[in-house]
């Protein structure tokens, strides 16, 4: 089974700052990396398909990036509802989420 | 507007059986891949199972933690899919979500195996 390993765990910023997630494969993953973001009592929500395609209706804040092994998500400036869990997701060998980043005010 | 619904999740003890249905509207169904995906007290995600379209036979698909327990089925004249879970564990404590493509998600809904 490929292992998703997300870092960090926690992060805290600001609002206005610009972050970024880390999302690593066990293994060759190609592009096909999603990216969720989940609010506390609610579903996940897709973000990011196939590494960097910007799912409809997401701001254009978010961006995603890598290849292969290693992947991150980009927020260029936090917005107060951008405090949330973030999952990444691999679907090109089964389909296993990583762990989760929770991203919480600083 | 793509809507899933799931239902018939809650208390149920170990061993015993129960079956989730997720009611969808908005899309067509019968090309969609549809997945269940459950999420543990601990917050940690984990894929279930698929069902593909009938043009790909319906074939499916299951994690190994629920192989042989678990059977994902579908009607497509309903719209509806479905998780029967038999011979449930504690360890299957968690939301149960329905997805489109693990694009579109429904609101989800909670099985508790206890005694």
């Known amino acids: 089974d490929i292992q998703m390993t997300q870092s960090p765990s926690v992060l805290s910023a600001s609002v206005g700052d610009r972050v970024t997630l880390n999302c690593k494969a066990s293994q060759n993953i190609n592009k096909y990396l999603n990216w969720y973001q989940q609010k506390l009592g609610e579903a996940p929500k897709l973000l990011i398909y196939?590494?960097?395609n910007l799912q409809t209706g997401i701001p254009s804040r978010f961006s995603g990036s890598g290849s292969g092994t290693d992947f991150t998500l980009t927020i260029s400036s936090l917005q107060p509802e951008d405090f949330a869990t973030y999952f990444c997701?691999?679907?090109?060998?089964?389909?296993?989420f990583g762990s989760g980043t929770k991203l919480e005010i600083k | 507007e793509v809507q899933l619904v799931e239902t018939g999740g809650g208390l149920v003890q170990p061993g015993k059986s129960l079956k989730l249905t997720c009611a969808t509207s908005g899309f067509t169904f019968s090309n969609a891949w549809m997945h269940w995906v459950r999420q543990s007290p601990e917050k940690q995600l984990e894929w279930v199972a698929q069902i593909k379209a009938k043009s790909n036979n319906y074939a499916t698909y299951y994690a190994e933690s629920v192989k042989g327990r678990f059977t994902i089925s579908r009607d497509d004249s309903k719209s509806s899919v479905y998780l029967q879970m038999n011979s449930l564990k504690e360890e299957d404590t968690a939301i149960y979500y329905c997805?489109?493509?693990?694009?579109?998600w429904g609101q989800g809904t909670l099985v508790t195996v206890s005694s």
């Open positions: 196939n590494t960097n």
């Open positions: 997805t489109w493509g693990v694009a579109y």
């Open positions: 997701f691999q679907h090109n060998s089964w389909l296993t």
